[in-house]
Every structure is written in structure tokens, then in C-alpha cells.
């Protein structure tokens, strides 16, 4: 299997640059990448004559912001109940506000699923910043059809995921959908694409698609463009961030780690770089782990667009802080789209205490010893904090077969959830006791009580989930 | 940890000397890379880490499944562990709901290697 040889006339290669990897990534990222952006844009042509009929032109290049793991759109739209205008990414506004007037201007596109709960308010509130910036209302768009939370979807939902369904308190339910959607609205004239739960590579493929015009079953093209965005989906992950381990893999800059730009070709074949200016590198090793993080069988990465394939896909250096990924492929997309269900889930208490010292280990495991008899309701997790924790398991075999090998500072911490939150809470008044009734010199407790969020997986049928976009003008 | 073998010909030194990875994870399942420093390690992780010896190493999560991908154009192997999250990041009790700390459970296993790719390691010899 070979990648098509460059054909002598190709479409020039589109520049996508990632400045946010979740919500709560850095904020100060942005400026890096769009500089970049435009400086290897180069000045925009001059508008020739000025017709308004004319359909307004793609984007030059796209920001993209991914924002939502597993759980963000849950937590999104229990805001969404507190608040109707909110429940989008609320680090909104720190995103956007020092890029917009120069992605507006340099025909910069931005597409990112930071709508998250709430894309029509986003977007209203990406309209109120564009006015106090004083620039000209951005043509935004929303993407719909992803939201099955709805008393319309329950019975849907309920086909799929059977009669538990009916003892749960759903708090979110949204089907992972694709970049057709995306790709329609750009080529209706969005600068902007809002969206909530979209498959994360593609806010990659979507431009893609617009920008090559590639046909929705291009496999190959869509395939290679899944692990571009793929790439870029996690932010610094592929250039430095989250990869240092000092004296065996040495980033440097790593407090100034750059962000992702990848290049991709009217074939979908991508070469990663990062923005100018920053730390941290895109080599290799880097792009090679991210290229496996969260896959499973590599023949079969599955998204909404395309089934992926980078059985065998290799990596090579083309340039400084360049990587060039070859021998990707793409199969026909899985009929069914992906759907999370997140419900409500009990209580999660958790209790911290700290023994330093001579013999603090052994305090610790004493103190633990004393919660298990003290809380019998409840089925405790144990750490310590210092000696065995997160590599071990809820159910604590690991724990039972590390003996106690006299650490000095060690920190306990219990965990353990509950339906009932009275009963939730008696761990934590549990912990406070080990002040005055526990081992000796136990210090710094803190205790937390939070509502739990679980979440059901299923596959609906493509055909149920009508999706599409809606451009929103101005604000109300 | 590192031990030289009575015949003086092999060495025995942590995994992440001859390897790098990353954990990633949905729902109830990690994959964790397993990715060659260099093509002369390559083959000695193929035949080492073996999806037998990787779910030993994990055996106090108890996965229920432990497959192993091998791609050799990348010269990496992709370990997917099923049910070793105690439910994923939305029910584990442990601090790490993610599993994001496993790569460097796994890349703690041991390793054999020829004295002669000993300059082929990664890190100090103490390491």
C-alpha cells in the first residue's frame, strides 16, 4: 500500500492549528499558533471589485479549540439547568477574545466544539465579544443534532440500551456526530462553526472537506485527515506536552510549549509542526504517541466520518519541528453513531489525612485499618499517598501485597460512593475523628462530598439522528 | 535493576529504557503504547512483552482481556486492557480515574537485553 504520488496540479495545502486540547487547557496558547497561521498565510489578496452577491469565500486557514472529554458535556449541562445561558466551555471568552480580531481579518476560520451543552449561547456570546472588539458580527454557525436528551430520544435510547434505562436520571445524552455538518456550514459561509459533542478529528476532516471539497465517502482522503486531526486533538500533547521525564525524554520549554499546526494535503496526507516562537518539539517519539492515544485496534480506528487504518502507518522528519505521517488509510464509516449517556450516579465521598515521620506508614495503614471497622456501610478505597496509590486498584490487592516499607510521608486517603448521601457523608465525619480518636499525629484533613456522574454507552442507527447547522446573524 | 547474567551476556534493565508510551482511555478500557527507542530494541519487545506478560504485570487490576497490537512500520506495539479502570473515569474511586499514570506500570517491566545494544538504552545504567 503507497500514498498517490503528488499530482502535478494540486489544490494548495490547508493550514489547521490547535489551541486547546480540553477545557481548561492554557489560554494563552492561541496567540502563537494564529500568529503562525498568518505568517505562513502571507497578506490576503486584495478584494477584487465588491460584489455583495458574490458567496462570501472559504476560510485560509482554521483554528480549532477541542474542549470536551467524557464527562465535560455532562458537567455543560447540569450548568445548563442552573442557567439557561450557560453550559458552553466557560474559558470561552479567554479563548477567543485575544485571536478573534485577527483570525477575522486574516480569513482565519475557528471551529471547535467548545458550544459543548449550550452552542446557540456561545455563540450569542461570541457575537456580544465581537461588538465590544467593535469588528463586524462574525457569520457564526451552530451545529444540531447531537443533543438526544430530549423525551423524543427516550425511546430511541431505551431500544439501544434496554429497561435500566428507565431507573436512571439521565443528566446528558449526545451522539458523536461527524464533519459533514461542519463542512456544510463552512461552505454556507461560516467563519465560525459552533458545535457541541462532535467526533474530535473532526473539527479536522470538516475544513478538510470544505476546503478540497472531498466527497463524504473518500475513504482514504478522510482516513488520512482523521489522523491529522487525530494529531492535533490534544494540543501539546504532540509537541512536547505531556511526553518529559527528565534524564530519559528532556523537553525543552516545556512551561512555554507550543501547540500544534498541521498541513494537509488535497490527498489528506498531514506534516505536524507547532507554532513559532514557543517550547517543547514535534518529533518522531512525540507524534508517535499521540498517534496511539486512545486507539484501540489500529486497522480500526472508528470515528463517524470514516473507519481510520494505521496498521501500517510510519512517521518520518521532514524539517525542524516537522513530522510528516504516511501510509495512513480510511475504510467505509461505521453505520451507527456513538452515543454517551451520562446519568446520575450517587454520592463520592473522599477523606485526606497525613502522618510524617517515624513510622508513618505504619500510622497510616493503622488509621486505614480503623475507617474499614469504623464504616462498614461502605466499600472503602485506600492510598497512600507516598507508598501505594493511583497505579493500584478500588478493590486494594495491590495495597494488600505491598508491605509496609517505613515511607515517612505519607498521605491516606479514602475513597468510597454511595447512593445514599447520609450515608455518603459519614465517611468524611469519619476521617475528622482520626484527629482526636485515630494514631498519633495525624494532620491536614480534608474531606469532600460530590455528586457523581456515570455514563452508558450505545450505538443508534445513523438514520435517527438528524443533524445539520443553523447560522445564527446576530445577537438577540 | 539492572543485573548482568551469569554468562555475562545479557542485561536486565526496566522497559522504559528501550521504550516509551503514553495511556490513553475510553470508558472502562486503557491502551497503553509500547513504542521502540531505536529498530535494534524492536524485536527484543516483540518477543518479551507479550500480552501474557503485560497482563501479569497488571494483574491486581484483573483485565479481562489483554490484547496486543503490533505495528512494525512505527516499530510499536498498542496494549489494550479491557475492565482494568474499575469502571472509567466516571466511577473509579482512585485519584487517576483515567488510568493516566499506567504507561510507567507497564514501562516498569523488565527486560532482556544484549550486552552488545546496551548503548542502544535510554538513561543513566542506574535508571
Known sequence: ?476 | MNTIDPDGVDIVVPLYRAAHGRTGDKGDRSNISVIAWHADLWPLLVEQITPEAVATQFRHRAPSRVQRFVMPTLQAMNFVLDAVLDGGVNDARNLDTHGKSLSFLLLDMPLRVPAALRHRLVGPDAG
Open chain 1, 1 to 476: 500500500m503507497t500514498d498517490p504520488a503528488p499530482s502535478t496540479v494540486t489544490a494548495p495545502s490547508l493550514l489547521i492549528g490547535c489551541a486547546a486540547g480540553f477545557s481548561g487547557d492554557r489560554t494563552d496558547v492561541a496567540a502563537a499558533v494564529v500568529d503562525t497561521l498568518i505568517a505562513r498565510l502571507g497578506p490576503i489578496a486584495p478584494a477584487t471589485g465588491s460584489d455583495p452577491t458574490a458567496p462570501p469565500a472559504l476560510p485560509r486557514a482554521f483554528l480549532i479549540f477541542e474542549t470536551l472529554a467524557e464527562r465535560t458535556l455532562a458537567l455543560a449541562q447540569l450548568r445548563r439547568r442552573a442557567d439557561p445561558e450557560a453550559g458552553y466551555e466557560p474559558l470561552l471568552d479567554l479563548m477567543l477574545r485575544p485571536v478573534l480580531a485577527r483570525c477575522l481579518a486574516h480569513g482565519i476560520g475557528i471551529v471547535s466544539n467548545f458550544g459543548a451543552a449550550n452552542p446557540r449561547a456561545a455563540a450569542r456570546h461570541i457575537l456580544r465579544l465581537a461588538r465590544e472588539l467593535d469588528l463586524p458580527a462574525p457569520r457564526i454557525a451552530v451545529l444540531e443534532g447531537d443533543d438526544l436528551s430530549a423525551p423524543g430520544f427516550r425511546d430511541l435510547l431505551r431500544e439501544r440500551i434496554g429497561a435500566t434505562l428507565d431507573d436512571l436520571r439521565i443528566v446528558s445524552a449526545n451522539a458523536y456526530i461527524g464533519a459533514e455538518p461542519i463542512a456544510a456550514a463552512l461552505r454556507a459561509g461560516a467563519q465560525i462553526v459552533v458545535c457541541g459533542r462532535v467526533a474530535d478529528p473532526s473539527l479536522t476532516v470538516g475544513p478538510a472537506m470544505a476546503h478540497f471539497g472531498w466527497a463524504a465517502d473518500d475513504w482514504e482522503k478522510l482516513g488520512r485527515a482523521t489522523m491529522a486531526g487525530h494529531l492535533l486533538e490534544c494540543g501539546a500533547q504532540v509537541c512536547g506536552g505531556y511526553f518529559a521525564d527528565p534524564g530519559f525524554k528532556d523537553v525543552p520549554g516545556l512551561d512555554q510549549v507550543g501547540f500544534p499546526i498541521a498541513e494537509i494535503d488535497a490527498e489528506g496526507r498531514c506534516t505536524i509542526g507547532k507554532s513559532e516562537g514557543t517550547g517543547g518539539f514535534v518529533n518522531e517519539a512525540t507524534v508517535k504517541e499521540q498517534l496511539l492515544y486512545e486507539v484501540h485496534d489500529p486497522a480500526a480506528y472508528l470515528t463517524p466520518d470514516v473507519v481510520a487504518d494505521i496498521a501500517e502507518a510510519s512517521v518520518s522528519v521532514v524539517g525542524a519541528d516537522r513530522v510528516a505521517l504516511a501510509g495512513v488509510r480510511g475504510h467505509a464509516r461505521p453505520t451507527h453513531y456513538k452515543v454517551n449517556v451520562c446519568h446520575e450516579g450517587g454520592w463520592l465521598a473522599e477523606g485526606e489525612i497525613s502522618y510524617a515521620g517515624a513510622r508513618a506508614e505504619g500510622r497510616a495503614r493503622l488509621a486505614a485499618d480503623v475507617l474499614r471497622e469504623r464504616l462498614p456501610a461502605l466499600d472503602l478505597r485506600v492510598d497512600l499517598i507516598g507508598a501505594v496509590s493511583i497505579l493500584a486498584d478500588d478493590t486494594g490487592r495491590m495495597l494488600a501485597a505491598t508491605p509496609d516499607a517505613g515511607v515517612r510521608d505519607v498521605r491516606l486517603r479514602v475513597a468510597a460512593t454511595h447512593h445514599d448521601r447520609a450515608v455518603a457523608e459519614t465517611l468524611g465525619r469519619e476521617v475528622t475523628a482520626l484527629y482526636t480518636c485515630g494514631p498519633a499525629g495525624g494532620g491536614g484533613v480534608r474531606c469532600s462530598l460530590t455528586p457523581r456522574l456515570n455514563t452508558i454507552s450505545c450505538l443508534v442507527p445513523r438514520d435517527a439522528v438528524p443533524v445539520g447547522f443553523e447560522m445564527i446573524r446576530e445577537a438577540a
